[in-house]
């Protein structure tokens, strides 16, 4: 069992504003419960209390969200022990015995916003406290990694004693973004392992799904309104056993048919997956450039007419982009745009804006005419032009648009977010310009990078072991205070050139999403790799019964 534990933490009453952290140092005096990412208090004491078939479930009456936070629980512990507890639904709840309760708590709102819960677990009962259903659901997270790994077991078990330590957890996270992305288009991952990347990080506390749904070698979205985006732009031929910078493209007579995309009901199904489990998915439609799958389908709105066909491999520089002097092109997009805004609940659409090559603007008659047209500079211009005309049509309809920093080039349109990932020097520009930041640096958050020196399979090249996610700080310096509430906060993302498989992509998330969620929920007061290290061994048995892929134990602090 977890011995006692003091965490002296300076001004713990008002930890967060609004739903921004506005956090004081803090000093651990001994090690928490195995519970990643480490919450901010925990307290334990003797005893436990234990879960059995009588154990109901009891939400307040009339509380809205806690009895589907109820009901998820009750059906991953129904799928992990074979044991159905009962939902509840009761008036007043807070003495009541051999019961798990959920109770919305507003006057919490101030302390812990909408997301933070306190957990206490006596031996008569465990009850979670938040101000929002979403604190309630974080506190579940917290209560499944109390209960012995079994509770994640894929099957049922039959004979695991249920018991919970006695406990009392105070809990908040440090950033509103925490996010995974996932490349669905250089290869396609189904419904089914979908649903699990959100399994996975909703246990990590993690809550932004970036999902990059086009790009050259694959379009993933029907699109009602063009539907040769998918019958034509989600298929390429099959170069799978050669190097993926290595492929020829498509060739006379031969028939594209490896890939896949994803229909709109599809769509529907993951995004109430996702909601239950309160994670905003944000998706990314790509323009001006990585839209060659697009163009293959509608090569009229590039500047060359093309043809083209969907890319199998490599491709550099990114010279096949949008026509950004062609109306149409703006009436096209706008088209995807209405449908995936229709789609999609998310505040934000990732409209990409990355590694653009502007050499057919610069010979395109059309682009050319709108350059001079518009009074633009050069092709950076024309550039923040396509992007501005983007974000009209998404703020429009009632959408942030976020994007690559290169949106940053040739003026960042003015409601923008920015997602730094060529270092963070574009979240600080962007953010000393006022705008909202996403940080996710190669250095610290492409986990397509390999994990170690040697014996790891083939990666596009990078080096990014666990403890340099870890490490890994979002607020620079160099912000001022009154600027980190732009820093929204952290995502890590997976590339797929050379991820083909399902189990690849739990090998290379695996463990590093647990050092992310760390960064992105935990106080960096609280941040100590080597007890990290220690929580980790739990969390691997966790994956263990999930029957999920990681890279596993040989992992070590490669500093004292
Ligand atoms: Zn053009």
């Known amino acids: 069992m977890v011995r006692a534990i003091a965490v002296a933490f300076a001004a713990c009453s008002v930890l967060i504003a609004g739903c921004r952290p506005a956090y004081e140092s803090a000093r651990i005096i001994a090690t928490g419960a195995d519970i990643i990412p480490r919450p901010v208090r925990v307290e334990s004491s003797q005893g ?25 629980f009750i059906r991953t512990l129904a799928a992990a022990g074979g044991m159905e507890l009962s939902l509840v ?3 007043a709840v807070a003495d009541t015995d051999n019961a798990v309760i959920l109770s919305l708590e507003g006057s919490l709102r101030t302390g812990f916003g909408d997301e933070g819960y306190i957990l206490s677990v006596t031996p008569r009962q465990a009850k979670i406290s938040a101000a929002a259903p979403a604190g309630l ?32 957890i105070e809990d908040v996270p440090r950033f509103p973004w925490r996010g995974m992305h996932l490349d669905v288009s250089r290869h396609f991952f189904g419904k089914a ?78 995004l109430a997956y996702a909601k239950e489990r309160y994670i905003t998915v944000v998706p990314e439609i790509e323009m001006p450039g990585h839209s060659v799958a697009a163009l293959s389908a509608y090569p009229e709105y590039s500047c060359t007419g093309g043809p083209f066909t969907v890319l199998p491999g490599g491709y550099w520089p990114n010279v096949d982009i949008y026509c950004a002097g062609n109306e149409g092109t703006f009436t096209f997009l706008e088209g995807i745009l209405t449908e995936v805004t229709d789609l999609f609940p998310s505040p934000y659409v990732h409209i990409g804006g990355d590694e653009a090559d502007k050499a057919n603007w610069k010979k395109c008659p059309k682009c050319q005419d709108r350059i001079k047209g518009e009074g633009l500079k050069n092709e950076e211009e024309l550039q923040s032009y ?24 040739g003026g960042l349109p003015p ?11 574009g979240g600080i520009a962007a953010a000393k310009a006022g705008h909202d930041v996403v940080m996710t640096p190669t250095s610290t958050c492409y986990f397509d990078y390999y994990q170690a020196k040697s014996g790891e399979p083939e990666a596009p090249g990078g080096f990014l072991p666990l403890d340099s996610v870890y490490r890994f700080e979002p607020v620079p310096d160099d912000i001022s205070p009154g600027q980190r509430p732009h820093i929204l906060g952290t995502q890590a993302n997976l590339w797929t050139e050379y991820v083909p498989t399902a189990s690849h992509a739990e090998y290379m998330v695996l463990p590093r999403m647990c050092a ?45």
């Open 516 to 560: 992310l969620a760390e960064v992105a929920w935990t106080m960096p007061e609280l941040k100590d790799f080597d007890d990290f290290l220690s929580r980790l061994e739990k969390q691997y048995s966790r994956f263990d019964r999930m029957g999920v892929n990681y890279r596993g134990r040989t992992v070590r602090s490669t500093r004292p």
């Open 193 to 270: 392992f979908i649903k699990e990347y959100l399994d996975l990080m909703a246990m990590h506390k993690l809550n932004v799904f970036h999902w990059h749904l086009t790009d050259d070698n694959g379009w993933r979205l029907e699109i009602k309104r063009y539907p040769r985006l998918t019958s034509i732009g989600a298929w390429r031929v099959d170069r799978e056993q050669d190097n993926w910078q290595k492929r020829q493209s498509q060739q006379p007579g031969e028939k594209a048919a490896y890939g896949g995309y994803y229909t709109q009901d599809d769509v529907r199904e993951i």
């Open 137 to 168: 659901f974080y506190g579940i997270q917290t209560l499944r990694q109390l209960l012995p790994p079994d509770a994640f077991s894929s099957v049922p078990l039959q004979g695991v004693l249920w018991s919970v330590p006695c406990v009392r």
């Open 415 to 425: 409601n923008a977010t920015v997602m730094s990932w060529q270092g963070m020097g």
């Open 48 to 72: 436990t209390f234990r879960l059995q078939a009588t154990t109901p479930v009891i939400v307040q009456a009339g509380a809205e969200g806690a009895d589907s936070v109820g009901r998820y």
């Open 386 to 409: 396509f992007i501005r005309r983007i974000e009209i049509i998404l703020n429009a309809r009632g959408k942030r648009l976020i994007g690559w920093d290169e949106i940053l080039q």
């Open 89 to 91: 639904t009761r008036t």
